[in-house]
């Protein structure tokens, strides 16, 4: 879906809305050209002018993609499945991220090489920023298959499953109440 739910705390939320760039559900997706990439990661901020091409367009959906798997491991706190972790550590490999000292945050990955690897190097780095300090483990996909959009879950035991729970959680409540409705006329 791509309604209203809850942005996550300043730069994690360049992170949510690049997965969020596929809106599963309608199949809708921003990033469909090198053209749409560059100008995607310009407005972001990760990238000055980097011209894409058909390889990095292709990189990125797949690191979009595995983002979201690391998302979708996040709700059992589970580890990010091997798939997903192998193509976010070849984006880092090949954004040359680097162990930098920052002057308030102490060490922090940041990339090295630029162009649109650099650019994705920055996104991975926004990552580590984030789990650093711990607002990574309550950034999410929706639980339902059909939608998948990244949210940020604020709830106090970071439980939350649904991206919302007036349209996805309505979804799943109701799905359950005919489920066990047919179970008691059968
Ligand atoms: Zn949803």
Request: a positive charge; charged letters at 25%.
């Amino acid at each position: 879906m791509s309604g209203a739910s809850t942005p996550a705390p300043g730069r994690l939320e360049t992170v949510r809305r690049f997965v969020n760039t596929l809106d599963i559900e309608s199949g809708s997706d921003a990033l469909t050209t090198p053209s749409e990439l560059s100008a995607w990661l310009t407005a972001a901020g990760l990238a000055s002018g980097a011209r894409a091409g058909a390889d990095d367009l292709a990189r990125a959906v797949a690191v979009r993609e595995a983002l979201r798997e690391a998302l979708a491991a996040n709700h059992d706190r589970a580890p990010i499945p091997a798939a997903a972790l192998a193509v976010l550590n070849d984006a880092a490999a090949r954004a040359r991220l680097t162990a930098t000292l920052t002057p308030s945050d102490g060490w922090r990955p940041r990339p090295s090489a630029g162009g649109v690897d650099g650019a994705l190097g920055g996104l991975l780095a926004l990552v580590g920023d984030a789990m650093a300090d711990g607002t990574w483990a309550r950034l999410k996909v929706c639980v339902d298959d059909t939608c998948r959009w990244a949210f940020y879950d604020e709830s106090r035991a970071r439980s939350g499953r649904w991206c919302s729970m007036q349209v996805c959680g309505n979804r799943a409540k109701q799905r359950a109440w005919r489920g066990r409705r047919a179970e008691s006329t059968s």
